[in-house]
């Protein structure tokens, strides 16, 4: 029952692992897996493609173990097409059972090779299958360049807040190695009025629509505009049913952190992604370790929200900036000082 390797070389980098040519179809359902992955979805796009170069395709008959529970793992796994059935025997007494099937697209053995732990289940061919096949070695060593990079990135971005000055060089590294990335398509909600806040976010790129349920005013808005200076103000089609409009936030704001410094505090605002975004989340309990050691910088975040402009106002279809009259300033001062 061998395996009939299909593969071509095309070099030998130090480490022996060979890149391997690839359509770009296959490319891409390698990187998406990546992806979906806990343990790759902070590699860029181009590292998750550089791994992908180096998978090989193997042919796995029907019945065959790819791995083994108990044995050291070197290898990891993408379907390509089949299926697995996945095998755990709970102790050293007990038969093994059929826990889950595994299907196309689906990756597994990363735990393994990574943490030098034995196989936690056997996973075995459900009929005849195509994997991809990962080096333990190029995983670990494009794992460890993809973190050195983003913690690069993340300090250049971290530097540009201007109240996160007040953290040390010791601080700013454990909360860009707390920071998570994540994605969303124009439309997604990234945190919804009325809901516990778990989450701190900061925008990396793109732009976000904040908006509210409306109702009865629980701020102070300023007199009535004008009907002509309503019809300028920026709009947006992400909004939810119900809700209204409160402004933008781009690159290098941050929401989410009211919720997290009241112990019994909800959103009180929901925020939607107006265009792709990619948003970098601290969760409550590391968002905390910070505040501890920082006893001001609640007050300073609060601050920076308020001595505004937090965005400016813009022509939603050109993108171009528009001057904000004095009062609209004031105006989104408040609102952004009592959201999120």
């Known amino acids: 029952m061998g395996r009939k390797d299909k593969t071509t070389s095309l070099f030998r980098p130090s480490s022996g692992a060979e890149e391997v040519l690839k359509p770009e179809a296959d490319m891409k359902i390698i990187s998406d897996s990546l992806k979906r992955n806990f343990l790759f979805q902070h590699l860029e796009e181009d590292m998750r493609r550089e791994l992908a170069k180096f998978m090989k395709i193997e042919e796995v008959e029907d019945g065959e173990d790819i791995v083994t529970q108990g044995e050291k793992g070197h290898k990891f796994y993408i379907i390509k097409k089949g299926s697995c059935d996945v095998w755990k025997a709970r102790d050293d007494d007990s038969l093994p059972e059929c826990v889950a099937t595994l299907p196309e697209t689906t990756l597994f053995g990363e735990l393994a090779l990574l943490m030098g732990d034995a196989r936690a289940a056997t996973v075995r061919a459900k009929g005849p299958v195509e994997l991809w096949v990962g080096d333990g070695e190029e995983c670990r060593a494009i ?20 109240f996160m000055g007040v953290l040390s060089l010791e601080e700013q590294n454990y909360l860009c190695d707390t920071l998570k990335p994540l994605v969303f398509a124009p439309g997604e909600v990234i945190i919804k009025e009325g809901e516990k806040g778990n989450n701190f976010y900061f925008v990396e790129t793109g732009r976000v629509v904040v908006s509210r349920k409306k109702g009865p005013k629980t701020i102070e808005m300023g ?4 009907e002509s200076e309503k019809e ?3 709009k947006s089609e ?16 941050f929401f989410g952190e009211a919720a997290l410094m009241h112990e019994d505090a909800v959103r009180n605002a929901t925020i939607t992604a107006q265009t792709d ?26 601050h920076e929200r308020a001595k505004g402009p937090i965005v400016g106002v813009r022509d939603v279809d050109s993108g171009v900036d528009e001057e904000e009259k004095p009062e609209k300033k004031h105006k989104r001062r408040s609102v952004l000082c009592c959201v999120m």
Do not use: N, T, W
């Open 143 to 162: 794992l460890i360049q993809g973190q050195k990079r983003q913690r690069e990135l993340y300090h250049e971005f971290i530097s540009s807040v201007p």
């Open 223 to 226: 007199e009535e505009e004008e």
């Open 232 to 234: 300028s103000e920026p």
């Open 238 to 253: 992400y909004i939810p049913e119900g809700d209204e409009m409160l402004c933008f936030l781009e690159s290098r704001e």
């Open 277 to 302: 975004c990619r948003i970098l989340s601290i969760d409550k309990s590391s968002f905390a370790r910070l505040i501890a050691g920082h006893g001001d910088l609640g007050d300073k975040m609060l």
